[in-house]
């Protein structure tokens, strides 16, 4: 079975990388950590998970993993970012920082830390039709939100005030909120099914 399983990095710069290793290995995908380009070059598929935006940022140019990352991208590796991820993999960030810069690859724009400071970190259930039922729990801590999407995006889930929080372009695949942190683990099953695909 480990030969056939997909080798799946998560990018580990900053942030909760341990919990998407974990959620990737109970599904048996053979969870990596990537900090270098060499590391990034063994993988068929990323995740980028979730911590801070900017010091991710800065980073990934530090380690010359920016670059990489980007060609990657446009070679058509497939990356699931989640919150700060998800900010990572956006063409356009609003309230972004002087200087911010992110990886991109998909055509949104996003608003970085839309629903306020920790303190107003929360938990919805959502609708997420290609998942099926039952809803899916999500856990929203500082995230973002999904503001305009392009012609090529498919929104996935979306709050009750129609604010979008899931998106998909090709092999691309981001949402506003950790997935990582509770029991259902139904993205990170459909993000490896876009690896096995793609590989």
Do not use: W
Request: aromatic share 6%; proline share 5%; charged share 20%.
């Amino acid at each position: 079975m480990a030969g056939s399983s997909p080798t799946v990095g998560v990018l580990a710069l900053q942030g909760d990388f341990r919990e998407h290793l974990a959620v990737l290995t109970n599904l048996g995908a053979n969870a990596v950590t990537v900090r270098r380009p060499e590391e990034l070059a063994r993988v068929s598929g990323l995740i980028i998970p979730g911590g801070e935006s900017t010091v991710m940022d800065k980073l990934s140019r530090l380690f010359g993993l920016a670059e990489p990352l980007r060609a990657a991208i446009d070679a058509g590796l497939p990356v699931y970012g989640t919150c700060a991820g998800l900010i990572m993999l956006a063409d356009r960030v609003h309230d972004s920082i002087d200087g911010q810069q992110t990886i991109g690859g998909m055509d949104i724009t996003v608003r970085r830390n839309a629903f306020g400071t920790q303190l107003d970190s929360f938990e919805t259930d959502l609708h997420v039709p290609e998942l099926g039922e039952p809803a899916v729990h999500a856990v929203f801590i500082r995230a973002p939100v999904v503001e305009e999407i392009g012609s090529g995006v498919r929104a996935l889930a979306s709050l009750e005030d129609g604010r979008i929080v899931a998106v998909e372009q090709g092999n691309l695949l981001g949402t506003s909120f950790h997935p990582e942190v509770t029991n259902d683990y139904r993205f990170h099953s459909y993000f490896l099914e876009k690896v096995r695909a793609s590989a």
